[in-house]
């Protein structure tokens, strides 16, 4: 099958296409080999939200949790099954694109119990526990940047374990980020693990930047405020993009990464994350085609993979030397009075919520599943 002419000169470009979806239905239709055959697909992204939306739709899983309704499960040990279960059956569907690319991409991303978010420890036992069921070297699992996130993201690299890191919203938390994946690799090699077969993706999230900032801009409602619209995220994401290339791509401070990369340890690369446009008044492949540069990942929700497809304009490097630029969009938000430490201070704490919930929501309704099954009316 011949891959759609947009997203194959995304991918080289440098950007390494994943879906930010997945279900059992998309694994066993074989839409998601599709994706991969047509759409450039070479990983994929889940959160609490994208399972709830998947448990909650169809009868995929209706024969496995009348199983594990038999066994005597509870809601927390159903939902660990099903998704691990649906993660490692999309780890094997990347098992050839994961081969393919010595490691760098075929990637399925787990993520943590979004309530232990401000856990440290019991992050840490979540993470090796998530890696010991999927058993498959191409998982990555995710863990939030809050601040009791940072230390479990360098034990869990420091125990050989690829880690996407996720709900990253300012410079200065990515910043803290590569620091702990550094960190991260140094335990791992005393330890004795193979830095080379450690990966790990830094997940900053763009369009619920703006969604934050132009409500704010909108309630300022100056000519000043309302010029900025939209601009926020792809600024901000320009800037973290500047502070990548100088601490893995021979900025100032790379000599901590270099030492680490003659023992074979990988860069972390960035990955866009939240980019489905959520204003109708934006392009809708926006955070796509104005965030594309060497050795990133963005992340794609469907609605917005099909639309990069069918209009998407890639026209080569669009971040690289424009921190400048970015930085000017800053000081202009900061001038008309925008609180950006504020903005990314709510932002991290709406993230985390709303998995929370969406977490929340999987388990009732997978107990109610489990006792109706128990019952002989599932």
């Known amino acids: ?106 990637r399925v991303s787990i993520e943590v119990d979004p309530r232990l978010a401000f856990d440290t420890d019991r992050t840490v036992a979540q993470a090796v526990e998530l890696w010991k069921i999927v058993d498959r070297p191409n998982l990555f699992i995710k863990i939030p940047a809050t601040e009791e996130g940072l230390p479990a993201i360098a034990a869990v690299i420091g125990e050989g374990i690829s880690v996407n890191v996720t709900l990253i919203f300012s410079v200065q938390r990515y910043r803290a980020v590569m620091g702990a994946y550094l960190e991260g690799v140094k335990k791992a090699k005393i330890a004795g693990h193979d830095p080379a077969r450690i990966h790990s993706v830094a997940s900053f999230f763009v369009s619920r930047v703006d969604t934050e900032i132009d409500k704010r801009l909108e309630a300022l409602g100056t000519d000043e405020a309302l010029a900025l619209r939209g601009k926020a995220g792809i600024a901000n994401a320009r800037l973290a993009y500047a502070e990548y290339q100088d601490v893995f791509d021979g900025g100032k401070h790379t000599s901590t990464f270099l030492n680490l990369a003659s023992s074979g340890a990988n860069r972390q690369r960035p990955l866009w994350a939240s980019t489905g446009v959520k204003n109708p008044e934006y392009a809708d492949t926006m955070y796509v085609t104005e965030l594309v540069a060497p050795n990133t990942v963005n992340t794609l929700p469907e609605k917005t993979l099909q639309a990069v497809a069918d209009h998407g304009v890639v026209s080569g490097d669009t971040v690289s030397g424009k921190a400048a630029e970015a930085e000017d969009v800053f000081d202009r938000l900061t001038a008309v009075g925008v609180d950006l430490d504020d903005v990314f201070a709510v932002l991290e704490r709406e993230g985390v919520d709303k998995f929370e919930k969406s977490w929340e929501e999987l388990l009732s309704a997978t107990a109610d599943e489990l006792k109706s099954a128990s019952t002989g009316n599932g």
């Not at 927390?76 to 649906?86: E, G, L, Q, V, Y």
Request: with cysteine; proline share 2%.
């Open 1 to 106: 099958m011949a891959q759609n002419e947009n997203l194959a000169a995304l991918s080289a470009a440098g950007v390494s296409v994943w879906l930010d979806d997945l279900s059992r239905d998309r694994i066993q239709s074989g839409n998601l080999l599709e994706l991969i055959e047509t759409r450039s697909v070479v990983g994929v992204t889940t959160n609490p939200t994208i399972f709830q939306g998947a448990l909650s739709q169809g009868h995929a899983y209706d024969g496995q949790l009348k199983e594990l309704a038999a066994q005597g499960a509870d809601a927390d040990a159903a939902i660990r099954t099903i998704t691990t279960d649906d993660v490692r059956a999309a780890c094997d569907v990347f098992a050839p694109v994961f081969e393919a690319t010595g490691g760098v991409d075929g």
